[in-house]
């Protein structure tokens, strides 16, 4: 139950870094991070006996009724939270290495037929390395170590004989993050996305998409670097442009990802290229001493190796095991962003494997690359949240010093953080995105171009010109609210009769006047 500090906060939910909704006791993750003093985020929802027997639950706490409440045991709550709040594996991992081997070996012994019993075993030996003093599990009916009920796990996992449980994990222990299924996610993968874009395309004549597929691709890249406060020159955003184009059509490795980042940085004179050798964070400098400030510290450079070939393995098992497309991109993505393995450049190369996933997984249709980018920066405030919900939490658990030269220097184990996280606020982040593109970015693109075509055409029955007069005219009453300013008249356009202007300004708004604007950083022609 509930017991207050004189603050007003029970050390449980000091420890957790939440409150309880009302009174009762934590259970399953929460009951097993306060219990065993684990150093691990709290995940992004616990779960709790409630003290009434109307519980209500909240989006950071599942409420359960008193007769759900677990025994005061380590299996008991290991149990409950496999049941009733999925796998964590950060978690998890902090628990192994907290508890002596023995006293798993032992829950096992007890139960050695159980199903939560194997997967606690299986967990545990997959997690640390170590192999329990517990005989093999014989001929029993074999269970997911992935409820794919809760989560999303591969189809066709492995068995693993030892335990008889089929080892359905996305990854592997270099990295692993989880995604629970949610009512938000099921209703977005329900909306075919994938088959609306192709369904936009396939009625859209093949001129047409190839002009949208270019603006949005160019605007997509000039998004991506205004997300990072910078503004790129025309050649350079273009450059990063084709970079974007060429995603999903080369196996991944951490050598291309390497090779991207040349590409990107470009002038590496004061960037020192490939993998980090020393520490990392996001933040700010003290303006008198230097000392850094940081909001979030990257992994530690002796675990980025092992870390990109996770992000690499997790990338392939994922997609070819059958796992949402979508799902993936924001679990590599955010995973690789949190781990920060460059001194520059992560930003944007994080959302270049979004789009690496989408176009390797036959998302997007061959030509078309969905401005994630120009999303993102719409979104944007949205996008810093997501971020924040894993790295705020983390911060506190990172012990650091300062460098010589002002950098950070982690002196604990911080490679589990990185390695395995909930990333179910990401993954539906990143669908809301796709999904703007899909039902809002791309068609209204499409429509606007065979406007255009047709303004362009009409005009040019009203009176000759080049196709750049034709633009330049488009642009001169989309800034004036469909009317030729006199300026313009005077001078531009001079030669043109005011009955030609009067015909002129009414195909506009026939044609493109009513057309929502498409707020992206590319002009329009």
Known sequence: ?????????????AALGRCLPRLGWPAGYAWLITEHKLQVPA?????????????????????????????????AHLEFALKYEGVDLGVLRALFDAVPPEAIANLVRKTPLGRYA??????????????????????????????????????????????RVVDNLPGSRQFCPLVRRTAALDALIAKRLDERAREVIGRTPPDIISRAAAILLLSDSRSSFRIEGEEPTRARAARWAQTIAQAGRSRLSVAEIERLQTVLIGDARMVELGLRRGGGFIGQHDRRTLEPIPDHVSARPEDLASLMEGLVAYSERALSGGVDPVVVAAALAFGFVYAHPFEDGNGRLHR??????????????PGIVFPISAAILREIDEYRRVLLSYSSPLLPLIEWEETENHNVRVLNDTGPYYRFFDATLHAQYLYKCVEKTVTYDLPVEVRYLEAYDSFSEQVKTVVEMPDRLVALLRTFLAQNGGRLSDRARAREFSEL????????????????ASLPELPTSVPRR
């Not at 139950?1 to 939910?13: H, I, K, Y």
């Not at 992935?146 to 591969?154: A, K, L, T, V, W």
């Not at 270049?352 to 249709?365: D, E, P, T």
């Open 1 to 13: 139950m509930r017991t207050p500090t004189p603050d007003g906060v029970s050390p449980v939910e």
């Open 43 to 75: 995940p992004p929802r616990l779960a709790a006996i409630a003290a009434g027997h109307t519980p209500k639950s909240t989006d950071e706490w599942v409420m359960l009724p008193p007769r759900r409440r677990p025994e005061g045991t380590l299996a």
């Open 118 to 163: 194997r997967r606690i075993w299986f967990f545990c030996e997959w997690l640390t390395g170590r192999v329990l003093d517990v005989p093999d599990a014989g001929l029993v009916r074999a269970v997911p170590a992935i409820d794919m009920r809760q989560q999303f796990g591969i189809e066709n996992g492995a068995l693993s004989r030892r335990h």
């Open 352 to 365: 270049w494997l979004i789009h690496h996933v989408m176009a390797a997984s036959g998302y997007s249709s």
């Open 497 to 512: 009769s005011t009955e030609e202007v009067r015909r002129i300004e009414e195909i506009y708004g026939e044609l493109l």
